[in-house]
């Protein structure tokens, strides 16, 4: 039984007559008529009589427009509740940490939907490493985060998503290496390497090369990728990276590993926080377009 049927069949009990209801509906005369009979014929049962030109409820009728009243009086309710619900996000604030990788335009486009959505909601993006930003979220200065694996998540709710993050090394396109389609453990013999300070990052590439840390010829540390896109360009030392990653300039190339080394990005937030009902209707949106 829909409830626009019922919201017809209330209007005509009040009117009195199909042609008052049908104007007060906007809908035409012959459109009422039919739709009351689909009621009738759901139920199985005469709902009005005629008497001296105007409608009569039956006692079955009567029964009916107690009942509907009361279900289109909780279904105006119910949707009031989500009218507030969504006013209340009107001037909501977020604050999101992100990393560099494939999976910050996923931010973005969730970010942009979202916005659409809720136009007067504002934001605030910081762009760090994984550990930084897990640093500010233990702080509470950050909403929600997403991070680049291996990172530990075990304080924290997390939404796996979707495309993963390929790594390799990111040389100049005058190296040697430019030439190769992938990257092997071999190649990193003696190669110059700049690697990000996690520790995290460094044991997987150590783990890929089956090299102690300290064997592999790693001649600096970085956290953002723009600071060293210049220093492989002039072929300073090549950097590992994620193909995501910004490289900007063309001097550079990306290649990947082989054999493949690949990780996943998630969305995180704190357990046992209590959060903003923007951020609560943010994370729903994830979870919309990416949860199994």
Excluded at 25 to 34: A, E, G
Excluded at 44 to 73: C, H, M, P, V, Y
Excluded at 119 to 140: C, H, L, Q
């Amino acid at each position: 039984m829909e409830i626009r049927l019922l919201k017809y069949f209330v209007t005509i009990a009040e009117e009195g007559t199909v042609s008052q209801a049908a104007a007060v509906l906007h809908i035409t005369q012959p459109t009422l008529s039919r739709q009351l009979k689909e009621l009738e014929t759901q139920l199985d049962t005469e709902l009005f009589t005629r008497q001296k030109n105007r409608l009569q409820l039956t006692a079955a009728g009567l029964f009916l427009k107690s009942r509907a009243e009361e279900i289109l009086e909780l279904t105006e309710q119910t949707q009031q509740e989500f009218v507030d619900r969504k006013k209340q996000l009107f001037s909501g604030h977020i604050t999101i940490g992100c990393v560099e990788a494939d999976n910050s335009d996923t931010m973005s486009l969730m970010l942009e939907e979202f916005i659409a959505d809720y136009p007067a909601v504002t934001f605030n993006i910081y762009t760090e490493t994984s550990d930084d930003i897990v640093e500010r979220m233990d702080k509470g200065l950050l909403d929600l985060a997403v991070l680049l694996e291996p990172i530990s998540t075990e304080k924290y709710h997390k939404l796996v998503l979707p495309r993963t993050e390929r790594w390799g090394l990111l040389v100049s396109k005058e190296s040697f290496l430019a030439e190769s389609d992938v990257i092997r453990p071999t190649d990193l013999i003696g190669t110059p390497l700049m690697v990000s300070g996690r520790t995290d990052v460094q044991q997987l590439v150590a783990d890929w090369a089956g090299q102690p840390l300290n064997k592999l010829n790693i001649i600096g540390n970085f956290n953002l990728s723009f600071n060293i896109i210049s220093l492989v360009a002039r072929q300073v030392g090549a950097a590992v990276s994620i193909e995501g990653a910004p490289t900007y300039g063309a001097g550079t190339k990306f290649i990947p590993f082989a054999p493949a080394v690949q990780t996943n990005c998630v969305l995180a937030w704190r357990r046992q926080r209590e959060m903003s009902p923007v951020v609560h209707e943010f994370i729903r949106y994830f979870r919309r377009a990416f949860a199994d």
